[in-house]
């Protein structure tokens, strides 16, 4: 059974930084697209940020509001993804989840799309106080 395990959330000041990672275990595959999520109390889960490799290398994608605060990097060939968030703000605040699929994305719209990605974490709570 496939399982994709988060850690590294917490609570930080404005301005702060997390660095979060995702373990995956229990497959045989390789994961050729793996993302962040994040889910805010009454919101819509949103994108924030994914890495999609193909034997030309790795293309990256980013929200526009976490352009230049967050990275992200990872090992396909190890399953692990992180995320280095900077600046956090209070609407950084959220339950960020993990997603990985065995699919190579090339475009945005895909990358971004929550309903490609068929393996998920149970998330980790980052919650940013003003």
């Known amino acids: 059974q496939v399982q994709l395990v988060e850690s590294g959330g917490g609570l930080v000041q404005a301005g702060g930084s997390l660095r979060l990672s995702c373990a995956a275990s229990?497959?045989?595959?390789?994961?050729?697209?793996m993302a962040w999520f994040r889910q805010a109390p009454g919101k819509e889960r949103e994108f924030v940020a994914a890495?999609?490799?193909?034997?030309?290398?790795?293309?990256?994608y980013y929200r526009d509001s976490v352009k230049g605060r967050f990275t992200i990097s990872g090992d396909n060939a190890k399953n692990t993804v992180y995320l280095q968030m900077n600046s956090l703000i209070p609407d950084d605040t959220a339950l960020y989840h993990c997603?990985?699929?065995?699919?190579?994305?090339?475009?945005?719209?895909?990358?971004?799309?929550?309903?490609?990605?068929?393996?998920w974490g149970q998330g980790t709570q980052v919650t940013v106080s003003s």
């Open positions: 890495m999609s490799w193909s034997w030309r290398g790795g293309r990256l």
């Open positions: 229990g497959h045989t595959f390789t994961f050729y697209a």
């Open positions: 997603a990985a699929d065995r699919d190579y994305y090339s475009d945005s719209s895909d990358a971004t799309a929550s309903a490609l990605y068929d393996y």
